[in-house]
């Protein structure tokens, strides 16, 4: 790359931001973060924890201040919690310091991956985890678009051909 951009990946949990960040960034020689990962050093617990203390509210606090940390860098790739769209701050801090990529997928696919996972309190005590998933997609996937500057399906393709088409598409 001729200067050091950065690549934020937002999407809905079970999208696959984390496996794909980690291998984009090594593959662009890159530093790689990941939101929530960076939120559980930071506390010291899981999300699921952050969550039982702090409640939705204490974690997207969280959540909003390790955005605005993070994006700080050059020359990173950034996973997103699935929800950090939903601050109004962190879509205009990811849009303006760097390329976004929406990784689009199917709810059984989110299904799929997120099971029995702690990271993911919102569905994990769910009756019907499918219609919490449903729910959270008609609320977020308006504002993953509105920041997107690219947008890559992650359902039906290897981890490589995505990180293939990333790149492709970002250019670099
Ligand atoms: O940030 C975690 C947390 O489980 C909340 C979340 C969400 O709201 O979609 C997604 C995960 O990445």
């Known amino acids: 790359m001729a200067e ?4 934020f990946l937002v999407g809905p949990m079970g999208a696959g931001k984390s496996t794909i960040g ?3 960034a090594r593959q662009l020689h890159l530093e ?18 952050v969550f039982e203390l702090e409640g939705e509210e204490g974690f997207r606090a969280r959540e909003e201040k390790v955005i605005e940390e993070l994006t700080e860098n050059t020359g990173i790739v950034l996973a997103t919690g699935g929800g950090s ?3 109004k701050e962190s879509r205009n ?18 299904l799929a991956r ?14 019907n985890p499918r219609e919490v998933l449903e729910e959270l997609a ?20 290897s981890t490589k051909v995505v990180i293939d088409q990333i790149i492709e598409k970002v250019g670099i």
């Open 93 to 110: 801090r990811l849009s303006a310091r760097g390329v976004v990529v929406y990784l689009q997928t199917t709810i059984d696919k989110q």
């Open 138 to 157: 008609d609320e977020r996937n308006a504002l993953y678009e509105e920041i997107a500057d690219i947008i890559v399906r992650t359902d039906e393709q």
């Open 85 to 87: 769209i939903l601050s």
């Open 4 to 7: 050091k951009r950065n690549i």
């Open 22 to 24: 980690r291998q984009l």
């Open 32 to 49: 790689f973060f990941d939101s929530d990962t960076e939120i559980e050093r930071r506390t010291g617990a899981d999300i699921a924890w």
């Open 114 to 127: 997120t099971q029995r996972d702690k990271r993911r309190p919102l569905i994990a005590e769910a009756e």
